[in-house]
């Protein structure tokens, strides 16, 4: 597995911006899809967006597409989300997470992802 820590949360008006970041150590970075998932309070985590092993394949959630940017630097071993136009409703934990398989492409299915971050408190005021 692979140690993942997320930092860059916070407390946001809504319409602000945060940016997250996501820094991993352990089996070689460059080989695996990364994602991010997130949990609000009383709710099941979700799919927020993803990035293939070689960043030229993203995907992202209906909920965030337009306003998030997912990308990564392999050179740091960093994967960041970019978080424009927050709205109250993307209050939660946001999960960084590592695919479990090198090599493969984007998905939204946490199955498919073996490690895990601590995660970071994201906050949007209204």
């Known amino acids: 597995q692979v140690q993942l820590a997320e930092s860059g949360g916070g407390l946001v008006q809504a319409g602000g911006s945060l940016r997250l970041s996501c820094v991993a150590s352990?089996?070689?970075?460059?080989?695996?899809?990364m994602g991010w998932f997130r949990q609000a309070p009383g709710k099941e985590r979700e799919f927020v967006a993803a990035i293939s092993w070689s960043g030229g394949s993203t995907l992202y959630a209906d909920s965030v597409k337009g306003r998030f940017t997912i990308s990564r630097d392999n050179a740091k071993n960093t994967v960041i989300l970019q978080m424009n136009s927050l709205k109250p409703e993307d209050t939660a934990v946001y999960y960084c997470a590592a695919r479990r398989r090198p090599w493969v492409g984007v998905s939204e299915l946490m199955g498919e992802y073996d490690s895990w971050g601590q995660g970071t408190q994201v906050t949007v005021s209204s």
């Open positions: 352990g089996r070689t970075f460059s080989k695996y899809t």
